[in-house]
């Protein structure tokens, strides 16, 4: 009897754990229209698991971006791709090359899924953003 309910509790567990797997990830992934309206006009602060470092990044209603990093502020440029991926250039390569990651929403703002499993997670999200300038990111 107890290898019975133990082996059914085990199935359970078992079945339980793609959905646990799903909410530590964020919920579903967003479309153009969810990125449009949550990414511009906001600054982020978070952390890169994959790449082990802190960001901030404030975007502007228009899509400008400042990108602070430990390497110092970068300007940059959020567009959203035709496969409803926010993607971000970065004037260091003449913006011809942009990062697209799926996006989805957590409980403290959002998490970028991109290429070769580079993962970047907010952890604050301050909404109402009309311009970014350097000094505001600074410090």
Known sequence: MRAIIGA?????????????AQLAKGGPVMDAGQIKASLFGIEMTGFSPSYGFAW???IEPGG?????????ILNG??????KGEA????????????ACYQTRKT????RFDGEFDSVFVTT?????????KKQDLVG
């Open 64 to 72: 400008a971006t400042l990108y602070e990093t430990p390497d110092g």
């Open 77 to 82: 440029r959020l567009t959203i791709s035709p």
């Open 8 to 20: 059914g509790l085990l199935g359970l567990a078992l079945a339980g754990a793609p959905a646990i």
């Open 87 to 98: 993607c971000f250039a970065y004037e260091d390569d003449g913006y011809k090359t942009p």
């Open 124 to 132: 604050k999200v301050v909404t109402g953003i009309r311009s970014c």
């Open 107 to 110: 409980d403290k703002g959002f």
């Open 56 to 58: 901030r990044e404030c």
